[in-house]
């Protein structure tokens, strides 16, 4: 069925230092992939989105890379600031007949330590 | 400002009541997703309107149900509650049809059932 799983759920980084967060999906038919940050009491915030026809994406410190065939994407921070403290969420569409959805995974704490 | 409007941020209310929660999209959003969002689930997707018309369900109990106005803002409302319902929901709104547009999401309305 349609699941997207996402790790680790907790990381704790120091500022300055790399993050790198996990998903993998289980629909090959799923063909965008939405990267959401989440802050303390307000709603998640779409920071990056990825198409299945790129295989990477990069804006400034965030990047995201996809990897089709492992069926498997992730996000990647660097030069974390404190700023970057927050629950983040990666997300699917579940294929061609459900693509109005997303699937999101079950989140990570990201804790930048100063 | 996401451009999502939530209301009302904060509701508490006993079990068997009604509620109804308002979402209003961002200008020149046609589509309206509701979700819920709970500790042990995470974010579950409810049900889409797309330009007033229900496009696609999901984990929507009965008790619930939503339209879509024709000035597209839309309504979720909560029946008969119980303290299993208490949660985030969260309406986002994309400009087209699917998910591969884009959400934008409010900043939620936070439900408790005592």
């Known amino acids: 069925g349609e699941n997207v799983e996402q790790h680790p759920s907790t990381l704790s980084v120091q500022e300055g230092d790399s993050a790198v967060i996990k998903c993998t999906y289980s629909?090959?038919?799923?063909?965008?992939f939405p990267w959401y940050k989440q802050e303390l009491g307000k709603g998640p915030q779409l920071i990056i989105d990825?198409?299945?026809?790129?295989g990477e994406k990069k804006d400034q410190r965030i990047a995201v890379t996809l990897n089709k065939t492992a069926k498997h994407f992730s996000l990647h921070i660097t030069e974390t600031q404190p700023e970057d403290s927050a629950v983040y969420f990666c997300?699917?569409?579940?294929?061609?007949?459900?693509?109005?959805?997303?699937?999101f995974g079950s989140g990570t704490r990201l804790l930048v330590r100063p | 400002d996401s451009g999502v409007t939530q209301t009302p941020k904060h509701l508490i209310t006993a079990t068997g009541q009604r509620v109804t929660l308002r979402c209003s999209p961002r200008?020149?959003?046609?589509?309206v997703y509701w979700y819920q969002q709970s500790l042990d689930q995470g974010l579950q997707f409810l049900i889409q309107?797309?330009?007033?018309?229900?496009?696609a369900k999901g984990n929507i109990l009965e008790r619930f149900s939503a339209q879509q106005f024709p000035d597209l803002h839309s309504e979720l409302n909560l029946s008969s509650l119980e303290l299993g319902d208490s949660a985030l929901y969260f309406c986002?709104?994309?400009?087209?049809?699917?998910?591969?547009?884009?959400?934008?999401f409010g900043s939620g309305t936070r439900l408790t059932v005592v």
């Open positions: 200008s020149g959003d046609l589509s």
């Open positions: 997300a699917a569409t579940p294929g061609m007949d459900s693509s109005y959805k997303l699937i």
């Open positions: 986002a709104s994309s400009v087209g049809p699917g998910a591969d547009y884009g959400y934008t």
């Open positions: 629909d090959s038919a799923s063909n965008y």
């Open positions: 990825i198409r299945s026809n790129v």
């Open positions: 309107y797309y330009n007033g018309e229900e496009r």
